[in-house]
């Protein structure tokens, strides 16, 4: 336990996901320490992201606007909308650059634990994207555990119900990883999951 003011920045650095307490008291001696850190410029950004950043209106994804980028690029496949959990997971799909459709954010999985059914989540708004029939395909790309699949599963039947063509993105064994150390639910995937890769 540090004094006073050094205790309070640890502690509310220690309230953010993923950061621990060593972490956030290696943050907080960062900050207290280097001289040339600019702690006025990250106070005005946390202010801004506060007051600017919101969610479109159309795919739940962050936005300093009503619409995303994503969603006003008129280059992108309006065929194709790939439904994801959280906004970070459009970050990590848009680094591939393999899809050019649009997106649609549910802000969460189904998790029966945590209290968190279909209605909490952004499903409702989904619907009417698909009303107009310009979308031929739905990719569910939610993560691979059993929230995940409890979310893709109501979702294909909600959507399958409405005559939608829905994929689920594949999943299996990591690039550089060791089959000794994948568990069963992993290699069973990889396995579901396989490719012909030559000519028959």
Known sequence: MYEGIVQD???????????GPKSAQRIAFHIVQTQ???????????????????FCQYCGNVAEEVTCHICADPDR???????????K???AIERTHEYNG????????????????????????????LESGEVVEVIIATDPNLEGDATASYLSRLLVAMGVRVSR?????PVGGDLEYADEVTLGRAFAGRRIIGGE
Not at 77 to 87: A, G, N, R, S
Not at 169 to 173: D, E, F, H, Y
Request: glycine content about 10%.
């Open 77 to 87: 496949d309006t065929t194709l909308i790939c439904v994801v959990e959280e906004p």
């Open 89 to 91: 997971d459009v970050a």
């Open 102 to 129: 649009r997106y649609h954010v549910l802000g969460g999985a189904i998790s029966p634990i945590d209290g968190i059914g279909p209605d909490q989540l952004n499903i409702r708004s989904l619907m009417p994207r």
């Open 36 to 54: 040339n850190f600019d702690v006025s410029r990250l106070a005005r950004i946390l202010l801004d992201v506060r007051d600017k950043v919101r």
């Open 169 to 173: 993105l594949a999943s299996g064994l």
């Open 9 to 19: 920045l640890i502690d509310e650095l220690g309230r953010l996901p993923g950061v």
